[in-house]
């Protein structure tokens, strides 16, 4: 069983740049959350992907934007990236959406975005 | 709107004694499911125990256990007989049909 992996592990970007982080799910999975947790917070959540659609978002502007593909593989574009959106963005997989019940979420390592 | 609260952002225990982190929340929802979790240095966010909120009994995993007190809107995590590995970040989560909301974290320190 393959666990949730994320790429890149570290990115440097300047303020007004574009960026693009990538998730694979977890075997199996087809629901793929995303989240921010900047320095010293808990994380948040961005919005949630299921079986390609949107399924769920939180308090994030629409410069926060996504896409799931057919293998569940998921994307989190960020535009005109501003100094607060330095952070760790988590992403996690799970085989249900958060309507479905009971679901364990699980976690990749995470991608560190710094902006400058 | 829902909130996570962990009032305390630190907390020691000795190896092998037991200790209690504090998560309230804010909802007016009945249909919702709490979580805490576990995220060590090397950042990797795990899940340690979970709870359906319709479910008077509380869970409990091996050395890891919850007071949940629905009326009063608390979700403590016990962990007893503590261990080195047990030092991380712990999270409390609510997580409702559309939504996910994680407190902002107690640091658990074991001292040998």
């Known amino acids: 069983e393959t666990g949730v992996t994320q790429s890149p592990t570290h990115l440097i970007k300047t303020r007004g740049q574009q960026v693009t982080l990538r998730c694979s799910s977890q075997?199996?999975?087809?629901?793929v959350s995303w989240y921010q947790q900047a320095l010293g917070q808990g994380p948040q959540f961005i919005f949630q992907?299921?079986?390609?659609?949107?399924?769920g978002r939180g308090n994030f502007p629409p410069r926060f934007s996504g896409l799931q593909f057919p293998n569940y593989s998921s994307e989190l574009n960020v535009n005109a990236l501003e100094l607060d959106d330095s952070a760790l963005y988590l992403c996690?997989?799970?085989?249900?959406?958060?309507?479905?019940?009971?679901?364990?979420?699980?976690f990749g390592p995470g991608t560190r975005l710094l902006v400058l | 709107a829902q909130t996570v609260t962990q009032s305390q952002p630190e907390m020691s225990v000795q190896e092998a004694e037991t200790v209690t982190l504090s998560c309230t929340y804010d909802?007016?929802?009945?249909?919702?499911?709490l979580f805490w979790y576990k995220q060590p240095p090397s950042r990797q966010m795990i899940l340690v125990i979970r709870?359906?909120?319709?479910?008077?009994q509380n869970a409990t995993e091996n050395r890891f256990s919850v007071n949940f007190q629905k009326a009063a809107k608390s979700f403590s995590l016990k962990i007893s007989d503590s261990q080195l590995g047990d030092a991380a970040m712990y999270f409390c989560?609510?997580?409702?049909?559309?939504?996910?909301?994680f407190g902002a974290g107690t640091r658990l320190t074991v001292k040998p």
């Open positions: 996690a997989s799970s085989s249900r959406p958060f309507a479905g019940g009971l679901e364990t979420q699980y």
């Open positions: 075997s199996g999975h087809n629901t």
């Open positions: 992907y299921y079986r390609e659609e949107e399924n």
């Open positions: 909802t007016s929802e009945s249909d919702y499911y």
């Open positions: 709870q359906e909120a319709y479910k008077q």
């Open positions: 989560a609510y997580r409702s049909p559309r939504d996910m909301r």
